[in-house]
């Protein structure tokens, strides 16, 4: 009964603290190792995760001073336990948070790979001394312990850590060539586990963008296919839009970034199934073309926009939150009466004339907004502190602030 309820004290520090769960972080200890530690090394070892993790929560010396003394107190009792090489690479990090940089690396896990080679720990020491040179700015040197991260731990999570690290070096000396090959080799080429999907994720969305910055469509279409199966469509509407900006924002670049858009509404348009009487088919088909639109939007051209608001109305007919889009681009482009001519069509009438109302104070034709606003508090009593209350607002927005009172 004792041992069971050692057993249960120990997996309740566990959940509570954080170091030794299921190992999806560097500085974890899987539960299997844990569960070979003895009762006077796991009650040590939860000390030393208690304070490591207050550390994180506080950050302050005291804490991670702490923290490091009881992870060397476990060394110093526990040298040969199956956590040895998990403490002093813990005994290690507490020194990085205490600015003790060099001694972290040349004292801790650089001792982790030297007496512990065959433990999980080692192949995170090294990440950690690439990591910590680059965090000193020493990146010769980063550079150097990153290559020997890829070297010696080439199947390990730790070199996928490493080739993302290298990226954000080359980002960083304006090595774009570099970036791009680190880039691919994570998109294309790297196994993707629980450790490292997000690492990979992140990359092929980079690589994307870069591929749509220089107009290609099919590149960064490939890319993103390597981590979105079933929405991909979204995928690039979501990730095209600011590259199409930017190129049609450039006169030697716009017909390029004309080409793409083009290209892109046609992959969209092809993505989806037409309209049908459905409710589901036609959802689906609205949500698309205002992908559509939304890209037609980033490319600069109006007219495009309002072409397709209407070849959409008359597909699936109007409603207030099709108008509502339609009117707000008109009033964005600050084409007002425009803008409000389709508001007023609105079946719910309060709701249009509440955007009318907000066009005018876009316009700062405070004497008309105010006029809506009053009239719709006089007809919809319901909500006649809700129509007070953006009065008072218009006025606010010009600095009237008595007459809002």
Same mark, same amino acid.
Request: hydrophobic share 35%; net charge neutral; charged share 30%.
């Given at each position: 009964?004792?041992?069971?309820? +050692? ?5 309740? *520090? ?8 299921? !190992?999806?972080? &560097? ?8 569960? #070979? ?13 208690? *304070? ?12 991670? #001073? ?19 090489? $998990? ?58 312990? $990153? ?5 010696? *731990?080439?199947?390990?999570?730790? !070199?996928? =850590? ?49 591929? *749509? %910055? ?13 981590? $979105?199966?079933?929405?991909?469509? =979204? ?5 095209? %839009? ?17 080409? &793409? ?60 939150? &099709? ?16 803008? %409000? ?7 719910? #009438? ?13 316009? #700062? ?35 009237? =602030?008595?007459? +809002?009172?």
């Amino acid at each position: 009964m004792k041992n069971r309820t +050692a057993i249960c004290i120990s997996f309740a *520090f566990i959940m509570a603290f954080g170091g030794v769960a299921d !190992a999806q972080r &560097l500085d974890e200890m899987s539960l299997e190792r844990w569960g #070979k530690l003895r009762e006077v090394e796991r009650y040590q070892l939860n000390i030393a995760e208690r *304070f490591y993790k207050k550390g994180e929560s506080t950050n302050t010396n005291e804490d991670w #001073k702490t923290a490091a003394a009881e992870y060397e107190k476990y060394l110093t009792l526990y040298e040969r336990s199956e956590a040895a090489p $998990y403490a002093l690479m813990k005994w290690s990090l507490a020194q990085v948070k205490l600015r003790r940089q060099n001694t972290a690396i040349k004292e801790g896990f650089q001792s982790v790979i030297d007496y512990f080679p065959e433990s999980p720990e080692a192949a995170a020491s090294a990440y950690y001394i690439a990591n910590t040179y680059k965090s000193m700015g020493r990146v010769p040197d980063s550079k150097k312990a $990153y290559q020997n991260v890829l070297n010696d *731990f080439s199947k390990h999570a730790v !070199a996928v =850590y490493a080739i993302r690290d290298l990226s954000q070096i080359a980002a960083d000396e304006q090595d774009v060539e570099s970036q791009v090959k680190l880039w691919k080799r994570l998109t294309f080429d790297t196994t993707r586990t629980k450790l490292t999907r997000a690492v990979c994720v992140t990359a092929s969305n980079s690589l994307a963008g870069h591929y *749509f %910055r220089l107009g290609d469509f099919n590149q960064a279409k490939s890319a993103l296919e390597t981590s $979105y199966k079933s929405n991909l469509p =979204y995928y690039v509407y979501y990730y095209c %839009r600011s590259p199409i900006s930017s190129l049609t924002g450039n006169d030697e670049t716009r017909e390029l970034g004309v080409k &793409l858009s083009d290209t892109v509404t046609g992959f969209l348009a092809e993505s989806y199934p037409a309209a049908t009487a459905e409710e589901k088919d036609r959802a689906q088909y609205k949500q698309v073309s205002y992908w559509i639109i939304e890209v037609q939007g980033n490319s600069r051209r109006d007219q495009k926009v309002v072409d397709s608001y209407k070849q959409l109305i008359a597909k699936i007919g109007k409603d207030d939150e &099709l108008l509502a889009r339609l009117g707000s681009f008109y009033v964005s482009r600050m084409l007002y009466e425009q803008g %409000r001519s389709i508001f007023r069509q609105f079946e719910n #009438k309060n709701e249009g004339l509440a955007l009318v109302a907000g066009s005018f104070r876009s316009e #700062k034709k405070l004497a008309d907004a105010v006029n809506i606003y009053r009239q719709l508090a006089a007809s919809d009593r319901e909500n006649e502190v809700r129509w007070k209350g953006e009065e008072a607002a218009a006025y606010r927005e010009i600095g009237m =602030y008595a007459e +809002a009172i």
